[in-house]
């Protein structure tokens, strides 16, 4: 509740000026005005102090909005007051002066003294609405910082000020306040009390209690438009500010789905509370927010938060890593926050994707604070907000009948004459109270209904009368209504967005006739300074301001609108990209909309590689709508290709890259542009073979893009990509001859960028170690790690794979790389993206699992993981043969051996078909070894079937056979064989010895040496 005091400035000298008589007869005046004001506005008159009066606001009745009517009370009396002071002035010669002081909180009130104001209310917020008088300017109004916070959106106040006040060590913050925000008295009087959702009420209270004690919850509440979320949600908010419990919120639009990012900056732009300041000082409050925060991570917030000091560059990490670092930057701060908070996030069926999936990131922590979060969406909304876990779903039902009724009474009033039109509006409205409301708005405006709201008559015979058949056309109806000036400011307005500042209409060339707008309840004004903005009052009245006009009109305001974005701010060009693209693919114009597409993707890119990808793909689809004969249309339509397909090395599977290829492929044809398709050929196959179970078509594109490469006129750079492409293929193919005479190419080359060299140098020792080169092999591979500390994140890892990939082969000893894969994990966690990390984990997980004082728990753990991400990312498949192998001999272990087995098959059988031949003998090994421990006749025929398949598979590699030979000796063994045991065994270890096998030296010593 809110208490008000008001005082006479300078009573005694008053007093003595016109006698104790004359001041009485003033005072009484003075009260009786005062308090007819405020019974006006529904407070409660506590008690006569001599010189002034003391009133309450929200008691003993509850009234909603207790702090703006004690506000308007404030203004009403200090209005009486000057009223009274020209009476008083030309009487008496004296200056009458009131001083008035608002304070809202917890009162407690009851019944102390008696008589005719038998109610007092007593509490240290007495004491200090008493404060905030004896500091406000005669004439004026002075409010506490807890009044001035519920009413800061509906009142016109002076900045903050701290002053020294009696009683109170630290000073107290207060504000003066000026107005009232005009339109708010408006919505005052439409803002009848909440009809029914009782239960909705009371569920959040609870929730919103159980949050502030630490336990946060995600709400969700659904239903469709107009159905009351938006005003539950203004329950929920006033009931946080009650409890001192800070608010933010942000909105989505439907004209903004698109746009990556667009929700959650706001959001988090409200929470860091950098709204109103310019950039330094914006910067200045994050660091206050985060003081102990990594001066990397404080500049993405910056840029995420659109404050970045255009001075200093972006720190050079992948967008991957950008993301792992803000959400865990943002959970810390999340975690940190001892104050509660309510987060709300409107309209979430228009959310844009990325927006979407960081706030899911990040209301994961939300139960361990004392924060709660409210969601609203319409029912078709399906994405992953609603999918939470632990959330609770309020999901809105509409009004029953007898709530209608009470909704549409209050808003009629109780004239019995407005009875059968009542009924009429009730039946309609089918419990849609938004509908009812429009319905009464379009009666009043037709003039059927008479009056104000509260208190209508109705004089015309209902059954006359037609009621709007849906919302839509109530809103269409009260929108045709306005003047011609009007109705173009809201079509314009329509096309903006659900908020818009006066300034973009003019930019809009439009004349705009606000007034209207505002008087007719479709807009409100929203804020005042430093520049007017305002805002539909309903998403729907958005809506149709915008469907009802003509196509062309809303293109042409579209195109005039991309300019004015571009022209209003051309610093944030870059990032204003994608809504100007929007708005330019609305209008029609594709060409210039494609461009800005364009730009925005390379905005993005470094920032997020989804949302570049996304806004590549809308500059394909503008691309491939454009004429076939317009300028460089080809090259168009080619560009974002080549992009899409060149980045999806870096995401998941769910795009279709082979179609786009073969689009690509027809493309180059007709323009010639041979380089772009040889790159694109490159990216494929390394798709192909790192990513996919598809080496048999990664080496026959391999074949192709060599005849290519050789016959393209290219620089070095271009060349050693495309030649690194074509080793990768014939390793992964087992082509080891082939893959060395490519790499001489490659050192052929001069002016080879680091990262090609280093790449083609791992692939190179790995295929000479496998060949029995080991010595040159194991420098060359060794060469190729001290090159990647110095290369990105992702370069390191993919390089250290080659390591680690002897290591699972038995090649070589793990103990060598223990530091290299704990610093590429690191770095690659830090910097790189997800398939950085996931290389980097592959090596950390091989490398820990098999050296000496390795850590086998811990791998096998990262491994686990590892194989979980691959199947979910559709990423890194080449890694899969040999993590089966390694976890599926684990699981054997812990006792899972048949469905070891099982997988273990399964695996052989693909990798065998379509994987890497290289990596095949792993689960051949491992299932062989599991099928003699089961033991079966069936279990060893089988073990026979798989050893017998590999001649026919046979490459002439002398590693690839290490498996093969051991399986057999095995197998020899389980079946009794002896002496066929002790010839393969002695074969096995004489080639362990040849090749410098050392993961298999010793076992195959005592292989030997069991025999004897
Ligand atoms: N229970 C209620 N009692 C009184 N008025 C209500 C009630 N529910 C909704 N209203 C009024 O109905 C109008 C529409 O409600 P609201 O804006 O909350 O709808 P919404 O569900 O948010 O719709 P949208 O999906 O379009 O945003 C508002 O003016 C609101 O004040
Ligand atoms: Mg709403």
Redesign the pocket.
Known sequence: MTVLFADVVHSMDIAAAVGAERLREIMAELVNRASSVVQGYGGTVDKFTGDGIMAVFGAPVALEDHAFRACLAALGIQEEAKRLAVDVRERDGVELQLRVGLNSGQVIAGEIGSGALGYTAIGEQVGMAQRMESVAPPGGVMLSESTARLVEHATLLEEAEKLDIKGSDAPVVARCLLGVAPQRERIGS????????ELEVSTITGLLDRSMSGRGCVVCVA????????????EAVQLAKSRDVEVFSTFCESHATDIALRVVTRLWRAAAGVMGLDDENARARVRERVPDADEQDLLLVDDLLGIADPEVSLPRIDPDARRRRLTALVNAALLARTRPALYVI??AHWIDAVSESMLADFFTVIPQTPSMVVI?Y?PEYEGTLTRIHGAQTIA?AP?SDP?SSA?VAKLLGPDSSVGEVGEAIVARAAGN??F??EMIRDLAERGVLQGTIGSYVCHTDVAEVSVPATLHAAIGARIDRLGTGAKKTINAAAVIGLRFTAALLTGLEVDSVLDELTKAELIDQVRFTPRAEYAF????IRAVAYESQLKSDRAQLHRRLAAAIEVGDPQSADENAALIAEHLETAGDLHAAYRWHMRAAEWLRPRDALAARARWESARCAADRLPDDHTAVLDMRLAPRTMLISTSFYVGDDVDIDGLYGELRDLTMQTGDLRSLALAMAGRIQWFADHHTRVPEAATLATDLEEMATGIDCDAATKSILLNAVAMARFVNCEFEAALQVIDEIAALTEVPAVEIALARAIRGSVEICLGDYELGRRHLQESVEQGHALPPVVSAQILFFSSAMVVLGMSQADDLVDDVHEALRRAEEFGDSSGIMAAQYSYGITLLCAEGGSPDDALDVLQRLRTDVEKHKMFKLAAATLDAVLEIDAARKGKLDEAIDVLRASFALHMSSGSRVFVGCPGEALVGLLIERGSTDDLVEAHRIVDQWPTQRLNIPALDLWWLKSRALLAEAEGNSDYYTKLANQYLRLCERLDARGRLSEARRMVNEMT
């Open positions: 439409w803002r009848e009390p909440l009809v029914g959702r239903g469709p438009a107009g159905i009351g979320k938006t005003r539950l949600v203004g409107e309209d609203t319409r809105l009004l709530e909704l109270p938004f009812a409301q009052r309903h998403p729907l």
